[in-house]
């Protein structure tokens, strides 16, 4: 009877040693997938901020380039010479200014106001 009670109550603590374990090592490993996909997540968010920073800093820079010339042009035929030549000179081939003597005008009549 005594070696049943004692077997009984070492499976209990092994038992328990064993779910006490998996339960650390559980928690262990999901804050460790937490940790690296939040991490993951940041870095990709960087790296598309950084893209977007770039791709906004070059847009600012070529309109702050254009305005001059375009404040300063007789007609709407020299601003579209000019965006023609600003496109080939940058290799920008996706210049999409449909309707641009009515973006162009406006644009030069606020700034004559």
Do not use: C
């Not at 603590?13 to 937490?34: E, H, N, Q």
């Not at 800093?57 to 579209?80: G, T």
Request: glycine share 4%.
């Amino acid at each position: 009877m005594k070696k049943k009670l004692i077997a009984l109550l070492l499976t209990v603590v092994v038992a328990a040693g064993v779910g006490l374990a998996g339960s650390a090592y559980w928690g262990f490993v999901s804050k460790t997938i937490y940790e690296e996909s939040t991490a993951h997540l940041v870095e990709i968010f960087h790296q598309a901020n950084q893209a977007l920073y770039n791709l906004v800093s070059v847009n600012w820079s070529r309109m702050r380039m254009w305005a001059p010339y375009i404040e300063a042009a007789e007609s709407e035929q020299d601003i579209v010479e000019y965006v023609e030549q600003a496109r080939e000179e940058s290799n920008f081939t996706n210049f999409f200014i449909s309707p641009e003597t009515v973006i162009i005008s406006r644009w030069r009549d606020r700034k004559a106001a």
